[in-house]
C-alpha cells in the first residue's frame, strides 16, 4: 500500500502530473528511496560514451530534456542533449552540444562537466564545470535543448558546483558555488553570489563549510534548490576521506528564503550514500552524486536525478515533508 504524505509543507513551483514515481518500498524508513531498476542511463545511451553521469533534466513540453555529462572514449568530458517522456526512459543526442558565443576566447571549449539546468523568467539557464585556464562556472541558455548561446563564465577559476536559484532574490540572479582549486579538491565551502545581468557577481557570502564525518572533507550545491514555505530546500553533496579515496554522499540543509546564505537547518546524517553496487564500483568507486531534482507542488514528490560511481545515470524518489523534516531532525 503506498504511504500518504500530509503535503504540511508548502512546495512552490508547477504541477508535475508525470513527474517520475515510485512508490517507497515497505517497511522502508528512508528519506529517500532508489528506483528498484537502476540505473537509468548507461554509455550504452551514446556509442562514443565510457560513461554518462552527474547530469541535469528538467520539465520541457509534455516531457522532459536534459543536459548530460558523457565523458568519450577519449576521457573528454563533454555535455550532450537528451529528451524523454517519462523521466526514466531517455533517447540522447549522439553530438555533444556545440555552443554558440560572441566571444571566441569564451567559446574555446576545454571540457565540461557536472551540468545543472533551471528555468528562470522565460528560458532555461545551464551552468557547467567549464574549462577556462582550469574548472570555472559556464553558462548558456536555450530554449530548445538544441541551441545553446554561451554566455560569460560567472567566475574566476579555481570554481566548481555552480548552481542558479529558480527566481531572482531581491531582483538579482542568484548562484551557489564552491571555490576550489585546480585538482580534486581536499577542501570546499559553498557560497552564495548574486548578479544582475548574469555577466557581473557580487555580494559573495559563506553558506556552509564541512563538518564531520561523511562531510568532513569538503560540500557542494547539489540540484537547484527547491523553495517552500519554510526556506530554500538544498541537497548537497559531501566528501569523506577514507583509508581508500574520497566517498561522496547527500545531505539536505533549509536556506532562507530571502538571505540564503543564512542556514536555518542542517542534516549531520547523511540522506543517500553509496549502498548499491552501481554506486560503489565504477570510474570512481563510492559516489552518489545529485544534479537536478523534480518537484511536483500538487503531491509533493520528489524525483532525484543523481550518479552512480562516475559512470552512470541513476534516479530515487522522497517527498518534501519528508526531506524537509530530515533537514530539521537530523
Not at 29 to 39: E, G, Q
Not at 84 to 100: K, M, T, V
Not at 155 to 181: C, E, H, Q, T, W
Not at 182 to 200: A, R
Amino acid at each position: 500500500m503506498a504511504e500518504l504524505y500530509t503535503n504540511r509543507v508548502g512546495l512552490k513551483g508547477g504541477v508535475l502530473p508525470n513527474i517520475p514515481w515510485e512508490d517507497k518500498p515497505v517497511g522502508s524508513t528512508d528519506a529517500v528511496w532508489r528506483y528498484s531498476k537502476n540505473p537509468i542511463i548507461t554509455r550504452d545511451h551514446v556509442g562514443s560514451a565510457n560513461s554518462i553521469f552527474n547530469s541535469a533534466v528538467t520539465p520541457y513540453e509534455r516531457g522532459f530534456a536534459g543536459v548530460f555529462r558523457c565523458d568519450d572514449r577519449r576521457l573528454i568530458m563533454r555535455l550532450h542533449s537528451g529528451f524523454s517522456g517519462d523521466g526514466i526512459n531517455w533517447e540522447l543526442l549522439q553530438e555533444p552540444i556545440s555552443f554558440e558565443c560572441d566571444d571566441p576566447e569564451i567559446s574555446e571549449f576545454i571540457y565540461g562537466y557536472d551540468p545543472r539546468l533551471v528555468w528562470i523568467d522565460d528560458r532555461y539557464y545551464v551552468t557547467w564545470c567549464n574549462g577556462y585556464h582550469g574548472p570555472t562556472i559556464g553558462v548558456a541558455y536555450t530554449y530548445d535543448f538544441k541551441e545553446y548561446y554561451q554566455l560569460e563564465n560567472a567566475f574566476l577559476p579555481y570554481n566548481r558546483n555552480g548552481v542558479l536559484f529558480p527566481r531572482r532574490i531581491r531582483g538579482k540572479f542568484a548562484m551557489l558555488s564552491r571555490p576550489s582549486d585546480t585538482g580534486h579538491t581536499p577542501f570546499g565551502d559553498i557560497f552564495y553570489s548574486e548578479s544582475p545581468d548574469l555577466q557581473h557577481w557580487g555580494h559573495h557570502r559563506h553558506v556552509m563549510s564541512p563538518t564531520t564525518g561523511w562531510q568532513s572533507t569538503k560540500i557542494g550545491a547539489g540540484p537547484v534548490p527547491i523553495e517552500t514555505d519554510e526556506g530554500w530546500l538544498l541537497i548537497y553533496h559531501g566528501v569523506w576521506t577514507s583509508c581508500n579515496g574520497f566517498v561522496y554522499g547527500a545531505g539536505a540543509a533549509l536556506l532562507d528564503l530571502e538571505e540564503p546564505w543564512k542556514v536555518l537547518h542542517r542534516s549531520n546524517d547523511y540522506l543517500i550514500y553509496p549502498r548499491e553496487a552501481y554506486e560503489r564500483i565504477g570510474d570512481v568507486p563510492n559516489v552518489v552524486f545529485p544534479c537536478a531534482a523534480l518537484s511536483d507542488a500538487g503531491t509533493g514528490r520528489i524525483a532525484l536525478f543523481y550518479g552512480g560511481a562516475d559512470t552512470v545515470t541513476c534516479i530515487a524518489f522522497s517527498h518534501i515533508d519528508l526531506l524537509v523534516d530530515f533537514a530539521r531532525s537530523h
